[in-house]
Protein backbone atom coordinates (compact mmCIF):
# COMPACT_ATOMS: atom_id res chain seq x y z
CA UNK A 1 0.00 0.00 0.00
CA UNK A 2 1.44 3.44 -0.77
CA UNK A 3 2.07 6.44 1.45
CA UNK A 4 -0.58 7.94 -0.36
CA UNK A 5 -3.11 5.68 0.85
CA UNK A 6 -1.96 5.29 3.82
CA UNK A 7 -2.28 9.26 4.19
CA UNK A 8 -5.84 8.97 3.04
CA UNK A 9 -7.30 6.18 5.24
CA UNK A 10 -6.20 8.04 8.40
CA UNK A 11 -7.20 11.22 7.52
CA UNK A 12 -10.97 9.18 6.57
CA UNK A 13 -10.32 7.56 10.35
CA UNK A 14 -9.84 11.01 11.85
CA UNK A 15 -12.67 12.91 9.46
CA UNK A 16 -14.94 9.75 11.33
CA UNK A 17 -13.41 10.80 14.87
CA UNK A 18 -14.40 14.44 14.51
CA UNK A 19 -18.19 13.55 13.17
CA UNK A 20 -19.00 10.94 15.39
CA UNK A 21 -17.59 13.84 18.26
CA UNK A 22 -19.85 16.66 16.83
CA UNK A 23 -22.78 14.64 16.55
CA UNK A 24 -22.66 14.22 19.79
CA UNK A 25 -21.62 17.95 20.88
CA UNK A 26 -24.40 19.19 19.08
CA UNK A 27 -26.53 16.46 20.34
CA UNK A 28 -25.72 17.40 23.64
CA UNK A 29 -26.14 20.96 23.26
CA UNK A 30 -29.56 20.76 21.20
CA UNK A 31 -31.04 18.53 23.91
CA UNK A 32 -30.33 20.93 26.83
CA UNK A 33 -31.26 23.89 25.18
CA UNK A 34 -34.69 22.37 24.31
CA UNK A 35 -35.04 21.56 27.84
CA UNK A 36 -34.19 25.26 29.02
CA UNK A 37 -36.46 26.41 26.66
CA UNK A 38 -39.38 23.67 27.69
CA UNK A 39 -38.28 24.49 31.66
CA UNK A 40 -39.33 28.39 30.75
CA UNK A 41 -35.55 29.19 31.31
CA UNK A 42 -35.23 30.66 27.81
CA UNK A 43 -32.65 29.56 25.33
CA UNK A 44 -30.26 29.39 27.61
CA UNK A 45 -26.89 27.05 26.05
CA UNK A 46 -26.24 24.82 28.68
CA UNK A 47 -25.04 21.34 28.62
CA UNK A 48 -21.10 22.50 28.13
CA UNK A 49 -20.24 19.85 31.02
CA UNK A 50 -22.03 16.88 28.93
CA UNK A 51 -21.12 18.00 25.85
CA UNK A 52 -17.56 18.55 25.64
CA UNK A 53 -16.12 15.68 27.31
CA UNK A 54 -18.55 13.61 25.58
CA UNK A 55 -18.11 14.70 22.45
CA UNK A 56 -14.53 14.35 22.72
CA UNK A 57 -15.03 10.61 24.28
CA UNK A 58 -17.18 9.64 21.15
CA UNK A 59 -14.38 11.16 18.67
CA UNK A 60 -11.87 8.89 20.17
CA UNK A 61 -14.67 5.78 20.28
CA UNK A 62 -15.42 6.87 16.46
CA UNK A 63 -11.84 7.11 15.60
CA UNK A 64 -11.30 3.18 17.43
CA UNK A 65 -14.27 2.08 15.53
CA UNK A 66 -13.11 3.53 12.18
CA UNK A 67 -9.95 1.66 12.69
CA UNK A 68 -11.77 -1.54 13.44
CA UNK A 69 -13.66 -1.53 10.82
CA UNK A 70 -10.89 -0.67 8.36
CA UNK A 71 -9.38 -4.02 9.56
CA UNK A 72 -12.34 -6.00 9.11
CA UNK A 73 -13.94 -4.93 6.26
CA UNK A 74 -10.58 -4.57 3.59
CA UNK A 75 -11.70 -4.82 -0.11
CA UNK A 76 -15.44 -4.51 0.65
CA UNK A 77 -17.62 -1.72 -1.26
CA UNK A 78 -20.13 0.22 0.56
CA UNK A 79 -23.18 -1.48 -1.47
CA UNK A 80 -22.39 -4.60 -0.40
CA UNK A 81 -22.16 -3.88 3.75
CA UNK A 82 -25.94 -4.03 5.71
CA UNK A 83 -26.42 -0.88 7.46
CA UNK A 84 -28.65 -2.64 10.21
CA UNK A 85 -25.31 -4.90 10.77
CA UNK A 86 -23.07 -2.05 10.42
CA UNK A 87 -24.83 -0.56 13.03
CA UNK A 88 -24.84 -3.18 15.29
CA UNK A 89 -21.43 -3.64 14.93
CA UNK A 90 -20.82 0.10 15.90
CA UNK A 91 -22.67 -0.36 19.04
CA UNK A 92 -20.62 -3.48 20.15
CA UNK A 93 -17.76 -1.67 19.49
CA UNK A 94 -18.50 1.22 21.26
CA UNK A 95 -19.76 -0.62 24.37
CA UNK A 96 -16.60 -2.26 24.87
CA UNK A 97 -14.32 0.68 23.61
CA UNK A 98 -16.19 3.77 25.69
CA UNK A 99 -16.11 1.81 28.98
CA UNK A 100 -12.63 0.83 28.72
CA UNK A 101 -11.55 4.20 27.45
CA UNK A 102 -12.97 5.90 30.65
CA UNK A 103 -11.23 3.41 33.12
CA UNK A 104 -7.78 3.89 31.62
CA UNK A 105 -8.27 7.59 31.94
CA UNK A 106 -9.46 7.98 35.25
CA UNK A 107 -6.78 5.58 36.19
CA UNK A 108 -3.82 8.16 34.69
CA UNK A 109 -5.71 10.80 36.46
CA UNK A 110 -5.64 9.18 40.03
CA UNK A 111 -9.13 8.44 40.48
CA UNK A 112 -10.79 5.48 41.58
CA UNK A 113 -12.50 2.91 39.51
CA UNK A 114 -16.28 3.72 38.73
CA UNK A 115 -18.70 1.58 39.64
CA UNK A 116 -19.74 -1.88 37.78
CA UNK A 117 -23.40 -0.27 37.55
CA UNK A 118 -21.82 3.08 35.96
CA UNK A 119 -19.14 0.99 33.57
CA UNK A 120 -22.78 -0.72 32.16
CA UNK A 121 -24.24 2.73 31.72
CA UNK A 122 -21.63 3.96 29.87
CA UNK A 123 -21.39 0.84 27.69
CA UNK A 124 -25.29 1.41 27.27
CA UNK A 125 -24.98 4.97 26.33
CA UNK A 126 -21.88 3.96 24.10
CA UNK A 127 -23.81 1.01 22.06
CA UNK A 128 -27.11 3.19 21.49
CA UNK A 129 -24.67 6.53 20.00
CA UNK A 130 -22.17 4.09 18.31
CA UNK A 131 -24.99 2.56 16.85
CA UNK A 132 -27.49 4.93 16.16
CA UNK A 133 -23.68 7.00 14.49
CA UNK A 134 -22.74 4.07 12.56
CA UNK A 135 -25.94 2.66 10.77
CA UNK A 136 -26.42 6.72 10.00
CA UNK A 137 -23.16 7.69 8.67
CA UNK A 138 -22.84 4.10 6.71
CA UNK A 139 -26.42 4.84 4.98
CA UNK A 140 -25.40 7.95 4.51
CA UNK A 141 -22.44 7.08 2.44
CA UNK A 142 -24.16 4.86 0.68
CA UNK A 143 -26.89 7.68 -0.57
CA UNK A 144 -23.84 9.35 -1.74
CA UNK A 145 -22.51 6.67 -3.65
CA UNK A 146 -25.75 5.91 -5.15
CA UNK A 147 -25.67 9.63 -6.09
CA UNK A 148 -22.55 9.35 -7.50
CA UNK A 149 -22.95 6.24 -9.47
CA UNK A 150 -26.48 7.46 -11.15
CA UNK A 151 -24.12 10.64 -12.13
CA UNK A 152 -21.87 8.68 -14.02
CA UNK A 153 -19.22 8.92 -12.04
CA UNK A 154 -17.02 6.06 -12.05
CA UNK A 155 -17.34 2.83 -10.11
CA UNK A 156 -16.63 3.46 -6.29
CA UNK A 157 -13.45 2.23 -4.45
CA UNK A 158 -13.33 -0.40 -2.52
CA UNK A 159 -12.66 0.25 1.17
CA UNK A 160 -8.56 -0.77 0.52
CA UNK A 161 -6.06 1.54 -1.05
CA UNK A 162 -4.71 -1.28 -3.76
CA UNK A 163 -7.55 -3.86 -5.25
CA UNK A 164 -6.10 -7.44 -5.27
CA UNK A 165 -6.37 -9.42 -8.72
CA UNK A 166 -9.46 -11.16 -7.28
CA UNK A 167 -11.28 -7.64 -6.50
CA UNK A 168 -10.38 -6.19 -9.78
CA UNK A 169 -11.45 -9.78 -11.84
CA UNK A 170 -14.73 -9.33 -9.36
CA UNK A 171 -15.36 -5.40 -10.41
CA UNK A 172 -15.26 -6.90 -14.43
CA UNK A 173 -17.52 -9.20 -14.11
CA UNK A 174 -20.04 -7.09 -11.93
CA UNK A 175 -19.29 -4.10 -14.41
CA UNK A 176 -20.07 -6.68 -17.07
CA UNK A 177 -23.23 -7.71 -15.80
CA UNK A 178 -24.73 -3.87 -15.38
CA UNK A 179 -24.17 -3.27 -19.03
CA UNK A 180 -25.59 -6.42 -20.50
CA UNK A 181 -29.06 -5.10 -18.47
Known amino acids: MSSRD ?7 IALNGLVWGGAWFIGVMTMATT ?7 GFLIDGWELA ?10 GIAFSTVITLVLR ?8 WMRFGLGGGVVSFLFLPTLVS ?16 L ?3 ALGFMFGGVAAAGTLKLAQLA ?14 LEGDQTAAGMVRDLVRAAEREAR
Open 75 to 82: GRKLSELN
Open 35 to 41: ANAIDGR
Open 145 to 158: DGQLLSGGAREPEL
Open 6 to 12: TLRRLRA
Open 104 to 119: VLRALSGDGMLTLTKL
Open 121 to 123: GTG
Open 52 to 61: VPGGILFAVT
